[in-house]
């Protein structure tokens, strides 16, 4: 005898059809279903605001259902792979800065779980930043300015925003510590550029020769050298010799090429160009 299956019409199938998985293997918290179809349960856990056929605002190629995706704890989804990248490579160019870290949407952290083991060494050097900022935004007497204390400013009631902002640190190749280079606007001068050679980057204490310049309280923390074109604080090492702020690191070829009894005397600005005073 043959036994006959009963199979219930195909209609009756479609609620029992779903779409598919957009999200990445191993995760706690699944992604939720990008064609909106997920129950109340799920919707109440963390609001989407984007579906299947939107664009991943990292990559801007490809729709998120082109790769496997993540919604970070701000609410906003990428492409994990896109993410991972992005948080890789880090900031472009040779001053330290932290907007690939924040959510190309919404600006607040990206945080996920796949991503803990990028992100902590990111924000750990945030904060080693952010202390060393804050010091020096005191030592230079600038913690008295006004601009964070006015209602309304960009960086009202964050000096540590307006100290990040205002001052430039760079990693040190040999250390791979943070160390201060300088004011920003003294590299507003030189247009970033991404085909620098970090090896170029040392700090005081990491230059041959501090060995023997050591300051007993602080060590080589504070240890600082001046360009060798103008008066600003030294940002690269060049040629084992030659120390250079970011403008005139920029222009070493012309600089490099004015007789010494042709440089102006102190005070100099970047670029060898002579202030008054």
Known sequence: LTRVMSVPPYSALIPLLRHPCYGIRDEKECLPCLHGCENEKEQSKKKRTQDHEDMCMVCCTESLA?????????????HHL??????????????????????????????????????????????????KALIRLEYMGLDKEAEFKVPGHLYHNDPAGFAMDRLCYYMCAKCKKPYFGGE????????????????????????????EQNCPKHGKDYLEYKCRYCCSVAVWFCFGTTHFCEPCHQDFSRLGDIPKEDLPVCPVGPKASKLSG
């Open 82 to 131: 896109c993410v991972v990248q992005l948080l890789s490579k880090r900031w472009n160019g040779a001053r330290i800065t932290f907007g690939f870290a924040h959510c190309p949407i919404c600006k607040q952290r990206v945080e996920h779980e796949s991503l803990n083991a990028l992100t902590k060494p990111i924000w750990d050097l945030y904060e080693d930043v952010k202390a």
């Open 66 to 78: 082109e790769a496997p995706s993540i919604q970070l704890n701000c609410g906003h989804i990428f």
């Open 184 to 211: 920003k606007q003294c590299a507003v001068a030189a247009a970033a550029k991404d085909d620098f050679n970090p090896e170029e980057l040392v700090c005081g204490g990491c230059i041959p020769g501090s060995s």
